[in-house]
């Protein structure tokens, strides 16, 4: 990972000492250098209560109802459809 972190920090070095970009571009490539190599955190990941059965949920995991997990899953697709 640092070896990694490294690299970028070169090549962002190397992009923001050119003088033929302007700062706006500069910073959107600096900010997609680091964005590959920073560690993504998980998702939580919904686990749906059952009636009268208890459900483990331990470390990352929520417990949800199921219509909640309905309401979340149609909330999503709603955005992906619209767009970002």
């Known amino acids: 990972a640092m070896r990694k972190l490294e690299k970028v920090r ?3 070095n190397a992009i923001s000492d050119r003088t033929e970009i302007f700062d706006r571009s500069k910073r959107k490539q ?3 250098l680091y964005k590959r190599v920073v ?3 998980p998702k939580k990941e919904y686990v749906v209560a059952k009636k009268g059965v ?3 949920a331990g ?3 929520v417990i949800v109802d199921r219509r909640m997990k309905k309401d ?3 909330y999503l697709k709603k955005k992906v459809k619209e767009g970002k």
């Open 39 to 41: 560690p993504k955190r």
């Open 10 to 12: 070169k090549k962002a």
């Open 72 to 74: 979340a899953l149609l």
């Open 59 to 61: 470390k990352g995991k």
């Open 54 to 56: 208890q459900v483990r």
């Open 30 to 32: 600096i900010e997609q």
